[in-house]
């Protein structure tokens, strides 16, 4: 026994042998969870304990699968195959198939995925001859699968006050007998949903006694992984079973509780000692993942959050680097910052791109790093989702771009016909394709002349399709008129694009809302940086060819490469990388806007914050920018709040190693409101100036100059003179400039005449850029 624990720490191995009763064992970031939970379940065995008497409850099925294994290779597999080991769902609906009889199932009943589900919703919406535009079925199947999860059935949602007249003021009152008919359906077609298999487990251990007991007795022990993330089902039915025995531990740490959305309950893990006063504690507080200036500013970074199980999680690795924070300019500058740094670091330590990863707060953040890595020819791969211009959304709204430049685009129309739904169905769309085949012609072609070629549909079928194509016939007309960026963001409006968007709040709504600013915020930037090299009437066609060439990746030679990885913060959870980028450190985007106002949404954000930077094993990079093109327009960004949780002794800020004695202002009082960094009020329109952390100056005799790109340092910090495009003979080689979005350059050259003079400029990370000055947005640095 002494060498199964002999490869544990002091904490590791208590945590591992104490079994006699409840206990929490708290895990900090790169700790080693997962040994214990493994190292505790092979403990129990050989205790003498059954493996079929021991419950392990993960989040994944690769967690389960990553325990059992390792169970194996330390007991052995005739064992560790006996183990009730897996994801609340999978062990949950083993037992429903037992007992399904109980709750009115029989054991053959079948599971609806999410989209199954929606199709569901969907149609009974279309029963009841309700708005889908109002009743969305997306947002509808969220509040049924908050209702499950919360033990709310239909007969009590139709009886809670509160939900009722919530449901009232959304303008959606029908909520409840929708809920009430899918619940229905499902019952009566022998299926549940995933939501299903947390509730009836609940229902079948309160209703049923014997059944309750039968399996308190089965399970001797029990285990939770990821015990912050528990929902309050899950919770319960936990505590149901463990109510006999006390013999459950549960496993977690509070600091890395970052799924509310998900319904998730940081109580559970707080007050856990309330709900079992004999239980033990035990803290995991050696992390084994990062070095110790990464450990020592995630720490001072947590400890501002009041609600937590106090902790001091240490590192006995190098002291490393410190963290950097960097400021751009612009987003798009931001994008080279990164980029250039990935290039910079794997040629200065030799590594490999699958080292990198660059973590964002929403998923709309990726196409300017996206752009970034391949104009410097990176390999890279998006986490978790799609690369931006594959995403649903994104493909829906260039497909229109493509009808509008090319209507005998068969694919494009193909998507868009019934996009947004204007009651074009796929029989119709059948038709049209049939005769199209027929006489030989594109299907824009059949629309515009369906009596000519037979189109057997009816009048008001008919009417449909006239009002589409005369849709795209006067975006058409406006082409050549318009640049790409009016083109689009006319399309999106036009279409009904943006209106069907903006009327989605549901998590999933938000993140597509997002994604179609920053697709016209791209084109913007395109349509700007082509005008400033003095292209002129750059159209959407110009704009298509971009995202082509972007899109058209060689994926046979990139298969056996290496690639930089892109991901949210929420999908890099449980990962670790040598190298991090935390990037978008702004007020309203991380935080969110949508939690800092609130006490616990805005200590979630931290926590998320701090889940970013302790995925870091070497080296962290933290930026963000000064302004972002937003809702058509820059709007000016301010650093976010959480810097100043930073201690700064752990920090080195715009390339200066700054210790707390002259950096001090950065660092929060202990006693703080949020007022202090509330920069709501700030205006949207024009850049303000500098906040505090952009301010203040590093030691001269600390910085360290870069050498590859040149000396900017300066620069950034230096007094400015405007300089508006139209007075471009001040402008001379060896100049250096501060450009709106591409950040700071050094003149290398200036030719042509005076009203068509362009100038060459090498920005520190933007790239080599060429300048119509009458058209150019910059500020010459004295």
């Not at 993960?58 to 052995?76: C, D, P, S, Y």
């Not at 931290?606 to 930026?623: G, H, N, Q, S």
């Not at 790109?709 to 620069?715: D, E, I, K, L």
Request: with cysteine.
């Amino acid at each position: 026994m002494n060498n199964l624990l002999d490869h544990l720490n002091k904490q590791q191995r208590e945590a591992v042998e104490y079994i006699a009763g409840p206990s929490l064992i708290i895990a900090g970031a790169g700790s080693g969870k997962t040994r214990v939970l493994t190292y505790k379940i092979a403990y129990l065995l050989k205790q003498g304990l059954m493996p079929h008497s021991i419950l392990a409850l993960t989040f994944t099925n690769k967690a389960a699968r990553e325990m059992k294994e390792r169970v194996a290779q330390l007991i052995g597999w005739q064992y560790a195959r006996y183990l009730w080991m897996g994801t609340f769902h999978s062990v949950f609906s083993r037992i429903l198939r037992t007992e399904a009889e109980r709750i009115g199932f029989t054991s053959n009943f079948t599971i609806f995925d999410s989209a199954d589900s929606r199709n569901m919703i969907k149609t009974i919406i279309k029963q009841y001859q309700l708005d889908d535009k109002v009743y969305k079925p997306a947002k509808i199947q969220a509040i049924i699968s908050n209702a499950k999860n919360a033990l709310i059935s239909p007969q009590m949602y139709a009886q809670d006050k509160e939900l009722l007249e919530y449901d009232q003021r959304a303008k959606i009152p029908v909520v409840k007998d929708i809920y009430r008919d899918y619940n229905n359906r499902l019952k009566a077609s022998n299926t549940m949903d995933f939501d299903d298999l947390l509730f009836y487990t609940n229902c079948l251990f309160r209703d049923h006694p014997d059944v309750l007991k039968s399996y308190q007795e089965r399970y001797q022990f029990i285990l939770v992984d990821e015990y912050q993330d528990t929902n309050f089902a899950q919770y319960l039915v936990v505590k149901q079973l463990a109510d006999a025995h006390h013999r459950v531990c549960v496993v977690g740490d509070d600091a890395q509780s970052i799924y509310s959305f998900r319904g998730a309950n940081i109580d559970n893990i707080l007050k856990f000692k309330e709900v079992y006063p004999e239980s033990k504690l035990f803290k995991l507080e050696q992390n084994y993942r990062s070095t110790q200036n990464i450990v020592n500013a995630a720490n001072s970074l947590i400890q501002q959050n009041r609600e937590q199980i106090k902790k001091t999680i240490y590192s006995e690795n190098d002291e490393g680097e410190r963290i950097e924070i960097a400021s751009a300019f612009t987003d798009l500058e931001e994008g080279g910052i990164v980029s250039n740094k990935i290039w910079d670091l794997r040629r200065d330590k030799k590594a490999s791109y699958s080292d990198f990863v660059i973590l964002y707060r929403t998923n709309s953040q990726s196409r300017v790093f996206e752009e970034a890595l391949r104009k410097k020819n990176i390999p890279y791969r998006i986490y978790g989702g799609l690369a931006f211009y594959q995403r649903k959304e994104i493909k829906d709204v260039v497909a229109y771009f493509r009808m509008v430049v090319n209507p005998y685009d068969e694919e494009a129309f193909r998507r868009i016909i019934n996009f947004p739904t204007r009651g074009i169905g796929n029989t119709t769309v059948g038709k049209i394709a049939d005769a199209a085949r027929l006489h030989n012609v594109s299907l824009w072609e059949v629309i515009g002349d369906p009596l000519g070629y037979n189109l057997n549909v009816n009048a008001g079928t008919a009417k449909k399709l006239s009002e589409f194509r005369i849709l795209i016939e006067s975006f058409i007309s406006q082409l050549k008129e318009l640049s790409a960026y009016e083109m689009a963001s006319r399309i999106v409006k036009q279409s009904g694009i943006a209106s069907e968007a903006y009327q989605d709040q549901t998590p999933e709504g938000m993140s597509r809302q997002e994604n179609l600013q920053e697709l016209l915020g791209g084109i913007h930037e395109f349509c700007e940086s082509r005008q400033e090299e003095g292209i002129e009437g750059i159209g959407l066609m110009d704009f298509l060819a971009e995202v082509s060439l972007l899109s058209d990746q060689d994926t046979d030679k990139e298969a056996d490469q290496e690639k930089v990885t892109m991901m949210t913060v929420h999908a890099s959870k449980g990962l670790e990388f040598n190298n991090v980028f935390v990037v978008g450190m702004e007020e309203d985007l991380f935080p969110s806007a949508m939690a800092k106002n609130e006490f616990r949404g805005l200590e979630e954000e931290r926590r998320l914050f701090y889940v970013a930077i302790t995925r870091a094993k070497e080296f962290c990079m933290i930026t963000y920018a000064k302004s972002r093109f937003r809702n058509g327009q820059i709007n000016a960004s301010n650093p976010s709040r959480f810097l100043r949780d930073i201690d700064t002794c752990y920090l080195n800020v715009n390339g200066g190693v700054l210790g707390s004695s002259n950096f001090g202002v950065l660092n929060r009082p202990q006693t703080y409101t949020d007022e202090l960094f509330d920069y709501t009020n700030t205006p949207r329109t024009s850049l303000p100036e500098r906040p505090a952390i952009q301010q203040l100056q590093p030691n001269p005799a600390n910085v360290s100059q870069p050498s590859s790109r040149g000396n900017f340092v300066n620069a950034r910090n230096a007094t400015l003179k405007p300089s508006a495009g139209t007075n471009s003979g001040e402008v001379q080689i060896g100049a250096v400039i501060k450009h709106e979005r591409f950040g700071i350059g050094k003149v290398t050259a200036v030719t042509g005449d005076p009203d068509s003079r362009k100038a060459t400029v090498e920005f520190e990370n933007s790239g080599i850029k060429q300048l119509l000055l009458k058209f150019a947005r910059f500020e010459i640095v004295e």
